[in-house]
């Protein structure tokens, strides 16, 4: 099994940055890939970033360009750096890992992980 702990969450006006970390443990190696998924309430989930099996890495087009997902293998740790935060990137914010072997963009069109957090809120304010 892997455990996957997120910190770093909270509240920021328009245009501002937040980092989230996620702290992975348990069966690490069973991280193959990762990524940060994101969900309102009564509205589908959507994965905003993630790092493939081979390295790669993709974003949603919504954020590309002002979040930067980035994996620390040594530390077992994985981070979005989110700047430019706009009101509709408010939501609770999940570290996810999966098994499969497969490219970034993978994950951000199928939302396909095996391993979640419990998550961590980010509140945009207007």
């Known amino acids: 099994q892997v455990q996957l702990v997120e910190s770093g969450g909270g509240s920021v006006e328009t245009g501002g940055s937040l980092k989230l970390s996620c702290a992975v443990s348990g069966h690490t190696d069973a991280a193959v890939s990762v990524g940060w998924v994101r969900q309102v309430l009564g509205k589908e989930r959507e994965a905003v970033a993630a790092?493939?099996?081979?390295?790669?890495?993709n974003y949603i087009d919504s954020v590309r360009g002002r979040f930067t997902i980035s994996r620390d293998k040594t530390k077992n740790t994985l981070d979005l750096e989110m700047n430019s935060l706009k009101p509709e990137d408010t939501a609770m914010y999940y570290c996810?890992?999966?098994?499969?072997?497969?490219?970034?963009?993978?994950?951000?069109?199928?939302?396909?992980?095996?391993?979640w957090g419990q998550g961590t809120q980010v509140t945009v304010s207007s």
């Open positions: 996810a890992a999966a098994r499969s072997h497969l490219k970034a963009l993978y994950y951000i069109r199928s939302v396909n992980f095996d391993y």
């Open positions: 790092i493939g099996s081979d390295g790669s890495v």
